[in-house]
Antibody, heavy 121, light 110 residues
């Protein structure tokens, strides 16, 4: 079964850090680009970051640029999101999503269930 | 404020046809393909339409997508109670170098 499972969410203080993980199974992880998408409470979906299959190219939303870092370990089928300098507005459920097709197609065909990040003092 | 504009709500009665619009610009919808997602809060979002009008396997043919210029739309015919949830459009934006989503449309089946 094709599956993405996120973990690492929890409570963090403003200015603090968290590292999210997403483990992939059921497909050849190393041949797919990947993304992180989030949903703040009562808000819509917001794209956060993208990484190519090799990990050599990454893109970020302006709202997280310079604070978040996306990375991957293809040997472990693992996608990560290092979140630093956290703000209250980063509070959200974070989803990892598989990218299908060219980067400009932006088709997310497989999603995880999400992990909740709460930033509060 | 989302880059792609969707109506916040839509509604219809069982069996009816409803459409959800998505308006963008030349840097996103005008130059790239549109995808539609269904999201029941608390669950994983689901891809409904990709490449403007293509359905993944398992998505019923009563759902359809279209695109014209800088706008796109999702149509659902034969509305069912299970269709009551949130819908989002999305596309790559060449100016932002990233994916932009619409604000989402909450569909109510009356």
């Amino acid at each position: 079964e094709v599956q993405l499972v996120e973990s690492g969410g929890g409570l963090a203080q403003p200015g603090g850090s968290l590292r999210l993980s997403c483990v992939a199974s059921g497909f050849t992880f190393s041949t797919y680009e990947m993304n992180w998408v989030r949903q703040a409470p009562g808000k819509g979906l917001e794209w956060v970051s993208y990484i190519t299959y090799s990990g050599l190219t990454t893109y970020y939303a302006d709202s997280v640029k310079g604070r978040f870092t996306i990375s991957r370990d293809n040997a472990k089928n693992l996608l990560s999101l290092q979140m630093n300098s956290l703000r209250a507005e980063d509070t959200a459920v974070y989803f990892c999503a598989r990218h299908s097709g060219s980067y400009w197609a932006a088709t997310f065909d497989i999603w995880g269930q999400g992990t909740l990040v709460t930033v509060s003092s | 404020q989302s880059v792609l504009t969707q109506p916040p709500s839509a509604s219809g009665t069982p069996g009816q046809r409803v459409t959800i619009s998505c308006s963008g610009s030349s840097s996103n919808i005008g130059s790239n393909t549109v995808n539609w997602y269904q999201h029941l809060p608390g669950t994983a979002p689901k891809l409904l339409i990709y490449n403007n009008d293509q359905r993944p396997s398992g998505v019923p043919d009563r759902l359809s997508g279209s695109k014209s210029g800088t706008s796109a739309s999702l149509a659902i015919r034969g509305l069912q109670s299970e269709d009551e949830t949130d819908y989002y459009c999305a596309a790559w934006d060449d100016s932002l170098n990233g994916v932009v989503f619409g604000g989402g449309t909450k569909l109510t089946v009356l």
